[in-house]
């Protein structure tokens, strides 16, 4: 089991997207009790989410997929070439891994199901506030599989190229800890970790945290959950 993500050192600053009023009702309803946290604005279309981030400049976007008028895939990728420090968590009952993959691949930061716990959507919401990542695991494994897939080889495969402590970062990466977790569980600085996270992907060839993780299942760094 994971530790629990620590509230952030300031407010995240959150846009709710989605096109059904209950459910961004829902989301602020569960992130206002929340000190560390605040709901700055919703939207209710792709477009209108793209307008408000960058009126608002939010640390944090919740993305729906299926929106009207443009969808959280397109708006994801117009909000990440303008604010490239805001992050996207995509919010989604689509377990679809393709749909999944290709928020990765246009900047989202991660994704977690709307029927998820109260729990764990607060923790994927403070992960990637923070900047870090979050994969939810109900639905990891099938995306994981969508991406190996498509994926290219990375250039480099020998793992004997990696130091012992790059080694415990990239097998924490694999198990789906966050830099901030990862930080605590080796009792390391966030900038160590991002420091070895760089090594990691310039050694082994890796394009993204999803190529890290498909790395580590590959090679038996982790097993299968």
Do not use: W
């Amino acid at each position: 089991m994971q530790p629990e993500t620590p509230p952030l050192e300031r407010r995240g600053r959150i846009i709710i997207a989605d096109d059904h009023e209950l459910a961004r009702l829902g989301l602020r309803t569960m992130l206002e009790p929340e000190p560390d946290l605040e709901v700055i604005g919703e939207a209710a279309t792709g477009r209108e989410a793209v307008a408000l981030s960058s009126q608002l400049q939010p640390d944090l976007v919740l993305m729906d997929i299926r929106m009207p008028d443009m969808d959280g895939l397109m708006a994801t990728r117009a909000i990440k070439e303008e604010l490239p420090r805001t992050s996207i968590l995509i919010v989604t009952l689509s377990e679809d891994p393709d749909y999944l993959l290709e928020a990765l691949r246009v900047g989202a930061a991660g994704f977690v199901l709307k029927d998820s716990s109260a729990e764990e959507l607060i923790r994927a919401v403070r992960s990637v506030a923070r900047g870090d990542s979050y994969l939810d695991p109900a639905v990891t494994s099938r995306v994981l599989t969508t991406y190996r897939k498509a994926a290219e080889a990375p250039r480099g495969t020998d793992i004997a190229e990696l130091t012992t402590r790059e080694l415990d970062v990239l097998t924490l990466i694999g198990k789906g800890f966050s830099n901030t977790e990862i930080a605590d569980e080796l009792c390391i600085s966030g900038v160590t970790v991002k420091s070895h996270i760089g090594r990691i992907f310039g050694k082994l060839g890796l394009r993204d945290r999803a190529a890290a993780i498909v790395y580590a299942y590959d090679n038996g760094i982790v097993a299968p959950r």
